[in-house]
Structure formats: structure tokens, C-alpha cells
């Protein structure tokens, strides 16, 4: 019972006792293939919890795995329901799949199913790094966001982080017909 209300099939694996791994929704399948799958209904499972759509991209941007059709489709149909959750919730997802090795694989992914969209004044930044693969930190990823969009105060960022964003975006503006800050 536990097993079919996980959100994917990778991430519902069990080990008993004598360390024998339990599968019971194909989890060992789709990790051989490489594959994010939601557990039954995926419009279900997203619809009972939206952060698992953010999961998804997070185990994609970590592992390089395919969003199997169904799941990916379901996102699609979802994405407004990423406005339901908090955004402390929303920052710490971002914070955990951003420094990750697939992050461009995540922002392209997120781009094809319209999530970005509803990530208030990241839509051009995600944009913008789904194409490059520099290494980025989570401080950095907002900076390039506000530097296209403008510093929105819907994202509750620490005051360290936004006196540095605030700083950054400064010398920006400061020095944006400069050549060196154009090739930065």
C-alpha cells in the first residue's frame, strides 16, 4: 500500500530484511532503461502532490534519465499546479537539481512541458541556461534570471543571497555596454 502511493517507480524500491530488493510497480525496469515513471495515474499522482512535477525534474537533472511519455504528458497537463506550492518548497527543489550534472536536460524538459512558465520571472533565464552547460549554483541561476526578467519578490531569497543578487545586478547595469561583461 505504501509502494503505490510513491511518485516514481525508481524511488518505490524496497529491501527487506535479508537485503533482497522488492519491486513491486517496475522500478528495476525502468532504471535499467533509464527511466522516470510515475506510479499508476500520473495526472493522479501529480494532482495529489504538484511537487512531485519538480521531483521529477530533479531526479532527471541528477541521474540523465528520461521523463517516460505518460509521466512527461501528464506534466504537461499539470504544470499550473506548480502555483500551489510554497515557495520555500519551490527554492528547494531548484536548490537541490540546479548544481546537478543534467540540469540543461531538466531546463529542456521543463520548457517542453511549460512548467517554467509558471516560475515567476525564471521563464527567460531557464531558457537561457537549458543551453549551456557552465557549472551553476543556485545564487548564480537566480542572478542570470533577474538580470532578464527583474528581481521579483515573489521568491522569498535570503538577505545574503539578495544583497548579493541586488549587487551583481548593479555592476550589471553599470557595466553592460562593457565588452568584458558582454562576453561574461
Not at 512531485?52 to 521523463?67: H, M, S, V, Y
Request: proline share 3%.
Amino acid at each position: 500500500e505504501d509502494v503505490i502511493r510513491r511518485d516514481f517507480t525508481i524511488n518505490a524500491l524496497l529491501m527487506d530484511e535479508d537485503q533482497q530488493i522488492l519491486d513491486y510497480v517496475g522500478g528495476k525496469k525502468d532504471l535499467s532503461k533509464q527511466l522516470i515513471r510515475a506510479i499508476g495515474n500520473p495526472k493522479q499522482r501529480f494532482t495529489e502532490d504538484a511537487l512531485r512535477i519538480l521531483r521529477a525534474f530533479r531526479f532527471q537533472a541528477k541521474l540523465g534519465f528520461e521523463i517516460e511519455i505518460k509521466t512527461k504528458e501528464a506534466i504537461k497537463e499539470t504544470a499550473n499546479l506548480i502555483q500551489t506550492i510554497s515557495v520555500e518548497r519551490l527554492i528547494q527543489e531548484l536548490n537541490y537539481f540546479i548544481p546537478s550534472p543534467h540540469r540543461t536536460k531538466a531546463f529542456q524538459t521543463m520548457i517542453e512541458t511549460g512548467v517554467h512558465k509558471y516560475l515567476p520571472s525564471l521563464t527567460k533565464g531557464t531558457e537561457h541556461l537549458a543551453h549551456r552547460n557552465d557549472i551553476l549554483q543556485p545564487t548564480e541561476f537566480f542572478i542570470i534570471c533577474f538580470i532578464l526578467e527583474g528581481i521579483n519578490d515573489y521568491w522569498r531569497l535570503s538577505k545574503k543571497q539578495l544583497y548579493l543578487i541586488k549587487r551583481v545586478i548593479d555592476l550589471h547595469e553599470i557595466t553592460k555596454k562593457d565588452d568584458f561583461n558582454k562576453m561574461i
